[in-house]
Nanobody, 124 residues
Framework: QVQFVESGGGLVQAGGSLRLSCAAS????????MGWFRQPPGKAHEFVSA????????YYTDSVKGRFTISRDNAKNTVYLQMNSLKPEDTAVYYC?????????????????WGQGTQVTVSS
C-alpha cells in the first residue's frame, strides 16, 4: 500500500502560479508512472498530467498544455506539478496517484485510492 500526501495548494489570482508536491510513503512508487488528477467543484475526477518512471516522458490534458509542468524526484519519492498562468477553471482539489494505461490511445487510470488532495482556488 502506498500513501500520498499532496501539498502546495492555495488561493491565487488568475495568472498566478503554484507548485504542488506529492510525497509517497509506504511502498514507493518505484517503476510506476505518476499522475495528477483534479476534481472541480461538483464534478468527477479528471486527468491532468502524468510522468513516466524515468522522467523522460510527460503527458498533459489539452487544457493545461504549455502552462503546467510535471516532474518527479525518485530519490525523494516525490512528484511535482508546477502550475503557471492559472485560470479560474483550474479551481479544483488536486490529487496524485500511480497511473497506468492500456495503450497510448487509452485514458490514464489511477491505481491508488485518492488521498486528501490539496485545494487550488483561482480567483478572477
Amino acid at each position: 500500500q502506498v500513501q500520498f500526501v499532496e501539498s502546495g495548494g492555495g488561493l491565487v489570482q488568475a495568472g498566478g502560479s503554484l507548485r504542488l508536491s506529492c510525497a509517497a510513503s509506504g511502498r514507493t512508487f518505484s517503476g510506476f508512472a505518476m499522475g495528477w488528477f483534479r476534481q472541480p467543484p461538483g464534478k468527477a475526477h479528471e486527468f491532468v498530467s502524468a510522468v513516466s518512471w524515468s522522467n523522460h516522458y510527460t503527458y498533459y490534458t489539452d487544457s493545461v498544455k504549455g502552462r503546467f509542468t510535471i516532474s518527479r524526484d525518485n530519490a525523494k519519492n516525490t512528484v511535482y506539478l508546477q502550475m503557471n498562468s492559472l485560470k479560474p477553471e483550474d479551481t479544483a482539489v488536486y490529487y496524485c496517484a500511480r497511473v497506468t494505461r492500456k495503450s497510448p490511445n487509452s485514458n490514464w487510470q489511477n491505481l491508488d485510492d485518492w488521498g486528501q488532495g490539496t485545494q487550488v482556488t483561482v480567483s478572477s
